[in-house]
């Protein structure tokens, strides 16, 4: 995750693959997709004025320089075959 501020976050599409999961105050709103689950955004109860971004989210974020990152799939390919391969090394861990 990385931070940004409000005025400069845009979501470009997808609005509509959006779930909006919120608890207790629902000052802080947590954004995951529809289909695969991966939590894209939040609106902070911290800093009301900010976003958290999932980098992986971002269209071109190359993912393969972080370390421990070994089990990865993007939002825009993903499939339940990459679901099902997910869960399968999970399992092994």
């Known amino acids: 995750m990385t931070t940004v ?3 400069e976050f845009n979501l470009e599409s997808g609005k509509d693959y959006l779930s909006i999961y919120q608890w207790n105050t629902k000052i802080a709103k947590h954004f995951f997709c529809k289909i695969c689950g991966i939590n894209t955004h939040n609106k902070r109860k911290t800093n009301p004025n900010a976003f958290g971004v999932n980098v ?5 974020f190359d993912m393969s320089w972080i370390k421990n990152v070994s089990d990865f799939t993007n939002g825009q390919e993903f499939t339940l075959e990459n679901q099902k391969q ?3 090394s999970l399992q092994k861990k």
């Open 5 to 7: 501020n409000k005025d």
């Open 56 to 60: 992986g989210c971002l269209d071109g």
């Open 86 to 88: 997910g869960e399968a």
